[in-house]
């Protein structure tokens, strides 16, 4: 009896054992066996099943066989053929395409830099192929390029232009030449409508050695940079050691310095080719190239997300003050250019991207508001936004915080490739850049304030207006434009002083503090130098990416994922109708809600200067907008498109007809939904 009860008792044993083995493996396959094919994990395998491509990394040229871009006429900048307006200035394709003419190129060599230009890249002086030491062309080509370039300087001339596209046609009328001493000065340059030879003044600039021994430029080459730079009013700002802004006129000798000690600048678009490209042949490449190099650059500042991340989490109801404290106290020093990780109490979401996207929204929309006084709309044919001179009375005492918050939301934008919808002034835009601010930028801040001054230029007797050199500032006070202005009186003497000093006043006096601190806060984060290679329309081209939505676009650079499984023709084909609708829906859309729409799907209205091909999850991986087909749930919310904007995707019901799609479509963009979680 005692030996059976041993043996059940070894049999007990055994059974307890083997069941705490199973119970073991089952706690273990529980906790570490993947999870359930969630949103995040099936666009996380789908991302980690291709090789990761970045914005920086993608290619270029677009064009089929065959192709070839087109120069507007306006800004000379390069367009694809299938872009109907020029994406810098607006201009139409149809104005600067001439049909009849054969399109020669000509080889310009810069420095240890080829650049290919078509022929319009000669027409103005200011383009610094033109300018660079050699030009090969042979003379029959000379002839028949100055007669299409002059055909099309007559046409330019017949164009009724907009004021974007006067500020596009003279963003080369200033252009930076390095000299020996490895510095950098602003000289003007003309805008004749044929072939000139190159320009002799820059030549020289580019190889005088009394400033490499003495540090100054000779009196003769003074004076001639002086009448060059004279032809136009013009100043331009710089940022100071003590942190202050200084006004310089573009007739004085000053160098502008480029850091050459940047890290950032000691290789070139390509990572082991021309290491020796200067900074001037940068700035003379064309936008693609500029913009890849620079992308590049801005890649290597940023602290990688994988070693480091700066996390932010934030009540949605006060998002715009939790920001403000985020990137001006708790963004240290030492912890900048870190790339944002933002997330919402009570909103449980794993930010790869589209939670940092529409808290970028949020703050933008909230900073540019009329009602918080930040910034202040221009006056004018083109609306776009100025630094608000009261902004002390709005904003109170400690108002210089926010705009250096704004300097450093603009640097973090640009490091996180998010793309603005608001686009800041021209002259603003100069300022960032350093850029010479002439007379002619007064149109783009108050239009009937520069015809006023435009008038009293060009016209006798001013004395009869009774101005004398003061102005009103925005709270009404009087301010004196130079020692006792109130008392002095404008004459056509010294209207030209007059005019100088409203330039100075509009342009940097009125706004000097704010201007001062928003510059630092941009310059703590994105190097000026870096800032350099664009003129200030690319640099509004590339913060506020593409004017419209190209639906074509979209949909070629789109993917699809089907829920009916490969063998289900039937099941397939259905869903692919559905698809078909969905594109036919958006192209019937407005603009606006094509806007809406993609906000709904990426968390941005707006696309970068690459196209569709450029969206990106996280860190600047690119990852195509998707759209996932789902079976249908029950209505009417189990018909509503779902949006999953950290990857761009949309989940689309398997609808029955495109009147399903229209109208839940149509729903969604109109709901103002907020919010992220987990399914």
Known sequence: MSGGNSTLLALGLAFIGVMALVLFLMIFCTYHSPPPPTTYTIDMVDTLGQDLLT??????????????????????????????????????????????????????????????????????????????????????????????RALRYRRLNRMQLTQRQR??????????????????????????????KKDSLISRLRNHTLIRR???????????????????????????????VSWRSTTETVSISIDEKDPTLTTSVEDDQDNDMDMEG???????EKKKWFLK???????????????????????????????????????????????????PALDAGGVLREWFGLVTKALFSAELGVFCTTQGESTSYWINPASEAALGSDYLTFYRFVGRLFGQAILENLVFEPHISLPLLKHFLGVPITFSDLEFLDEELYKNC??????????????????????????????????????????????SLVLRYRMLDSVAPQLSAMLQGLYDIIPQSLLSVFDYQELDFFLCGLPTIDVNDWETQSRVRYFAQPEDVVGTNEEAQVVAWFWEVVRAFSDEERARLLQFATGSSRVPVEGF?????????????????????????????????????IDLPRYKDKDEVETYLTLVIQMEITGFGFE
Not at 79 to 99: F, I, K, M, W
Not at 322 to 330: G, K, Q, R
């Open 454 to 499: 435009v008038w009293m230029r060009d016209n006798d007797n001013v004395d009869s207006l009774c101005v004398t050199f003061s102005v009103q500032s925005p709270t009404g006070e009087i301010v004196d434009l130079k020692p006792n202005g109130r008392d002095i009186d404008v004459t056509d003497e010294n209207k030209l002083e007059y005019l």
């Open 282 to 288: 940068l700035m003379s490449l064309p936008f693609n």
């Open 167 to 196: 500020g596009a046609q003279r963003r080369r009328l200033w252009q930076r030449v390095q000299l020996p001493n490895g510095s950098y000065i602003w000289v003007r340059t003309a805008l004749p409508p044929m072939l000139k």
């Open 297 to 347: 650059k801005v890649k290597s500042l940023a602290v990688p997300f994988t070693q480091s991340l700066f996390r932010v989490v934030m009540k949605r109801d006060q998002v715009f003050e939790a920001s403000v404290v985020a990137l001006t106290e708790l963004l240290t020093p030492d912890r900048l250019r870190e790339h944002l990780n933002i997330s919402f109490e009570g909103e």
């Open 613 to 649: 091909r450029a969206l990106t999850s996280t860190s600047g991986i690119v990852h195509p907008f998707t759209l996932q087909l789902v079976p249908r749930g029950v209505p009417p919310l189990g018909l509503c498109a779902k949006a999953h904007t950290c990857f761009n995707r």
């Open 55 to 148: 914005r920086e990394n993608l290619e270029e040229t677009m064009l089929e066989e065959g192709q070839a871009e087109w120069q507007c006429i306006v800004c000379l900048h390069m367009n694809h053929p299938d872009v109907s307006a020029c994406h810098l200035c607006g201009a139409s394709q149809e104005a600067s395409t001439l049909r009849q003419m054969s399109t020669l190129s000509d080889t310009a060599i810069l420095g240890n830099t080829v650049l290919g230009a078509t022929f319009l890249s000669n027409m103005s002086s200011d383009n610094p192929t033109d300018l660079a030491a050699t030009t090969i062309l042979q003379a029959p080509e000379i002839s028949m390029n100055t007669r299409q």
């Open 214 to 244: 003495e540090n100054r430029l000779s009196a003769t080459i003074t004076e001639q940079l002086h009448r060059k730079n004279a032809a136009t009013l013009g100043f331009y700002s710089q940022l100071e050691e003590d942190g202050k």
